[in-house]
């Protein structure tokens, strides 16, 4: 069985909107799986949600009521309840394009533990997040086995970050995540509720935590120091100054406290997408010959695309319109495919850190092998 599962807070009209689009989904289809649920966990909402007994396709619903918000760790009382092998993580104001996941879920090795969808905004363009082995928690599936096995979302990072601590603990136990663009999903990404100065005060705190958890320690400050930089300025950019304080000063008083789950260089490679982004430029000095590189679109772990690009010899510029080929400088895959294909449409040429073709899930397999 599938078990579809979501956390909502307060938003009973994008709740209503995903549920109904989760009524369309192909009952025949999930028979191969034994069929499918959903379960509703309400993050104690002022007015506790209403939820269908069954969709239209005669999914049942499990209504579970929370006496407090648990945030994203609300999937874990979800994922206790449920009865499905998989666990397809949504939020109430995401929803599924297609049924086509369900030919994914099918074919995934076993050693594969989570998959994350391609996850569209309105309009058109990628949810910013992930990595080539981190999900993001609006559009993912993940083995309900694996993810009780290593304890599911840790609590105490309320929203935010919280995929990777996941994520880590999915790839130290020996298994692999991956991405697939046959999953897709709609993330209507609803306002309500979405403070930037507490959005950027999670941000700060939970990747300085998942840092000092999982980091090599020859590393570890080095890590922290980029991440706090590139919040800085995003926090500038977004007004949210104090946030930015508040979480630096959590984070500083709390580092202390964090369990020490350090990485092996390699398997710390692998999680921050520095694999992926080697793989990927591997030999590109050699393709193009006294050629300038410039970096563009950067976002998530430029930092490590740019250790990268010099290990490899590369001569990199600051002027992306005086150079001959063009670097996206992220590792979240969906802002990455966004930005090759901003680029090609100009007719630049441009090199993605990330392997972007239909599966994702092929292109880490080929990865993971050579690490």
Known sequence: MISYLLPTRNRPEPLRETLEALGCLSGRRHQQFGGAEVIVVDNDSSSPAICPQKLANDFPVRLLRLEHNAGAAGRNAGAEIAAGNWLVMLDDDSHLLTDDHLDVLAEAPEDLLAIGAEILLNDDSHEAGGLPEVIIGC???????????????????????????????????????????RFRVRHRKVPAGRDMNLIIERLVRNN??????????????????????????????????????????????????????????????????????????????????????????????????????????????????????LVVGTLSPGPALDALRRYESKGRRVISPVSITQSFADNLTTAASKV
């Open 208 to 325: 300085g935590w998942v840092i000092q958890r999982y980091a090599p320690k020859s590393i570890r400050q080095r890590e922290q120091d980029e991440m706090l930089t590139r919040y800085e300025c995003i926090a500038i950019r977004e007004n949210a100054a104090d946030g930015f304080a508040l979480g630096r000063a959590e984070l500083l008083e709390t580092l202390d406290r964090q369990p020490d789950r350090e990485m092996d260089a390699a398997l710390y490679a692998r999680f921050t997408g520095e694999t992926s982004a080697r793989e990927s430029f591997t030999g590109c000095a050699a393709i193009y010959p006294g050629v300038n590189f410039a970096m563009v679109a950067q976002g998530k772990n430029a930092s490590v695309i740019r250790r990268v690009l010099v290990d490899l010899g590369v001569e990199l510029v600051d002027d992306e319109d005086a150079a001959e080929v």
């Open 139 to 181: 559009g993912a599936a993940i083995r309900k086995d694996a993810f009780l096995q290593v304890g599911g979302y840790d609590a105490s990072f309320g929203f935010y970050v919280e995929e990777y601590d996941l994520c880590a603990k999915l790839l130290t136990s020996g298994g692999r995540v991956g991405h697939d663009r």
